[in-house]
């Protein structure tokens, strides 16, 4: 499989850093198997950059996976973004983005019920997120190339 990395910086080695801004499934190297979102992601910088990867899983690593957004999908973001840890190698799911994050704030807060929150969630743009959590996982990626994102 072929996964994407948009960022500021060509890497060829993937590291797991310790973010301060709590993500979606946890601390991570994070990809995604959608080309336009990894350049939308490098898009955010002043160098956009793309880096290429081949990810081939292992059945050794624990790996957790959401095919839709689903009750156990909206609970573990909100885990996750409690700065709560897991013990998953891989978290591969649908990305709560802006918008989605701000419908799981609310969620989390009480102002909307989880019914009120999937009605709304539900028209979002299908985004998708590999998460790479442990020095192991990142072993399951193969640097291939890079681009420059075009603005």
């Known amino acids: ?25 946890g601390h991570g190297f994070y990809c995604t198997q ?15 950059v793309v880096s290429v990867y081949e990810y081939t899983p292992s059945a050794a690593l624990e790996l957790l996976k959401f095919d839709t957004m689903t009750d156990e999908w ?13 013990d998953y190698a891989v978290v591969e799911g649908a990305m709560a983005n802006d918008q989605v994050w701000n419908y799981i704030a609310d969620f989390v807060s009480g102002v ?12 979002k743009h299908p985004t998708h997120q590999l998460a790479f959590c442990t020095p192991a996982s990142l072993e399951c990626l193969k640097y291939l190339k890079n681009y420059e994102v075009r603005t």
Request: net charge positive; with cysteine.
């Open 1 to 25: 499989m072929i996964v994407y990395h948009g960022g500021y910086c060509v890497i060829e080695k993937p590291e797991i850093r310790i973010a301060k801004n709590k993500k979606d499934f």
């Open 112 to 123: 909307l019920t989880r019914e009120q929150f999937w009605v709304l969630a539900k028209f």
């Open 74 to 86: 909206l609970d573990f973001i909100v885990h996750c973004r409690n700065g709560k840890p897991h």
């Open 34 to 48: 959608l080309q336009a979102q990894a350049d939308k992601w490098a898009r955010r910088f002043d160098t956009p």
